[in-house]
């Protein structure tokens, strides 16, 4: 509260209350604006926070880079009535947003967020201040553990045309930069400072994907980005910018937002979004909806899927194939936990042509969650997941662990993974190489009774490629593996280690290039930190 019973209202907006102002305001006790706080244009980033002085002055924090035009990185001080205090020792600011601010016993303020300096000295995401903007000697060698290393996982991963890499999951620090769930990182592996997400996603991201143009959509368990409310899925520009032309509502039945596992691009710079969806924007679409560029529902696109004795849809895996899609995911089928993959026309119905041996027409019912699709230039379809059978309505079900493929008609193939993937995760991600084999990788230790620790790849017939030797694997689950290059694949998940070697939750490999030139040598080639 400010002085005379005034009160101060900061955050990402143009109105509150009915009232014009830029991201601050200052209300009468009477909540009609307060003309003497003149802030001119204001902020030009969103502003997470603030502290008023006894003198009635504040001081503002955020993502913001100037206010009314003055240069001040992420915390102005700004005197009573609105102006910029030129005075102020805060100096250069902060390199990142600041997140939070707090008054200490002493008088100082203490400072939290993504920011590794502070008018060019080194704090690790913790500093203090006093009331003139000086930094203190307080915190400066706190050095949290994640400030070098992804707390938790690597979820996806998409490749660029330039080489450059977008990564998606669950970490606030990737490379000692802060990079809430999302990031880019050069060819060599190090954070690309040209991309920055600002305040970024507010929740764990597990899926990216990227436009023609170089947009780039990602989605998870997202409220908001960059304190603007969304409903599970963004879209950023090249630079890492929120791209508020994107402006999806998609919901759960009781319109709370729904988590996005899957997010496909589409010609027309549509999107197929995937997850726990049910509505979007109050109309009715479930698993799954196809979104216009504008994030509106197109409503054209109607899915229909079906399934006996099936309830509880959630898609996690989707992919595109002559304007068909093939979407897969988890259902709860006879009252148990299984997963569903079916194929459904531009209109959403489920494809006719599409007749697999099940006990649901038209859709394949594993007994876990589809995890990915790759559609093969064939036509024939690779599915991963938590599976170990395929459920066919027979005493003997086909046994499939982690990886199935099926014909482009829907038929089971021949595909030697019958005892497959053997662990309690199975199979989180594929890729499919050129030649016809599938690189895929998980939670699993062995695959076909040979021990490959969470990543392997397997010939065109199922059977493992034994010319493809990942050493001692990964020590953790992998999320996401992909060939991005003629030679190169990169492996993301929860690891430390890639064959005994530090790769904090990403790793990148040589790979043979395809068709073989020549097999008589394999090397491994981690990314530098």
Known sequence: SAASGKSYVVGNFTKAFGLSSNRVMRRNSDGSLDGTFAIGAGPNGDVTGAFRLDDDSLILIGAFT???????????????????????????????????????????????GGFTTINGQSRKGLAVINTAGTLQATFASFNPGYATAPTSSVNDLAAQPDGKIIIGGDFNWFGGVWSPYLARLTAAGAVDAAFSAGLGPDGVVHDVALRSDGLVYAAGDLIGVATRPLGGVARF????????????????????????????????????????????????????????????????????????????????????DDGDYYVGGYVTYDGLARGFFTRVTST????????????????????????????????????????????????????????????????????????????LTYVDSLSLEPEGGVLFAGGFTTYNNIGRPRLARTTMTGALDTSFEPGAGVTARARVIRRVGVTRGLIGGEFATYDGVARPGLAGFVLDPQPKSNTAMYMLLLLNE
């Open 348 to 423: 959403g119905a489920i494809d006719a042509a599409f007749l697999p041996t099940t006990p649901s027409a038209g859709v394949v019912i594993p007994n876990g969650t589809v995890r990915e699709i790759g559609v093969q230039s064939d036509g024939k379809s690779v599915i991963c997941g938590d599976f170990g059978e395929i459920i066919d309505g027979s005493f003997n079900r086909p046994q499939r662990r982690g990886l199935a493929r099926f014909t482009a008609v829907g038929g089971l193939d021949a595909f030697d993974s019958t005892t497959g993937a053997l662990s």
């Open 237 to 320: 520009t090249a630079a890492g910018a929120v791209d508020t032309a994107f402006a999806p509502i998609v919901t759960r039945t009781d319109n709370s937002p729904a988590a996005v596992y899957a997010v496909l691009p589409l010609s027309g710079n549509q999107v197929l979004v995937g997850g726990h969806v049910r509505k979007v924007a109050t109309l009715d679409r479930s698993p799954l909806a196809r979104l216009n560029t504008d994030g509106s529902l197109d409503a054209a696109f109607n899915p229909q899927i079906p399934i006996t004795s099936g309830t509880g849809l959630a898609t996690y895996a989707l992919a595109e």
């Open 66 to 112: 100037s206010f009314n035009g003055t240069a001040c990185n992420r915390i102005v001080h700004l005197l009573s009535n609105g102006a910029v205090d030129s005075s102020c020792g805060i100096g250069a600011g902060a390199n990142a947003p600041i997140l939070a601010i707090g008054g200490l016993s002493n008088g100082s303020l203490w400072l939290a």
